[in-house]
């Protein structure tokens, strides 16, 4: 095969998978910490759940090992506070007044980010 046979499949074959996907292929190597969903909102006194993932940058490997221990803190207290974590690494945050903030996990030199939203 041709090297411009080899470069036509591999631009043929980006186009056909999804944007993100494609995306994640050109990612640096290595590990990263990934909170899901990566945005979330509720009203005023609602809670959303959060998860932490461990997950490789590369788009190639393999995502979704649940690291045990990671701790969470929420960047405007103002805004919403964690009303529990669980052994899974699952933490609950409830709404305390409207507004926009970062929930953020970290694990084992690893820092992950999601934001929340109080309408």
Known sequence: MSPRTVVTLLLASCAV???AGCRNLFQPCGLT???????DSTSVGGTVTFRAAEGGGCGL????????????RVHD???ARISAVSSDDVVTVRGVRAGQTAIVA???GLMGVAYFQVN
Request: charged share 5%; aromatic share 14%; proline share 7%.
């Open 106 to 108: 970290s694990w084992q």
């Open 17 to 19: 998978t999804s944007f």
């Open 61 to 72: 490997a393999a995502r979704g090992t649940v690291p045990r221990g990671a701790a969470w």
């Open 77 to 79: 207290t103002t805004v």
């Open 33 to 39: 910490l990934v909170v899901t969903p990566n945005f």
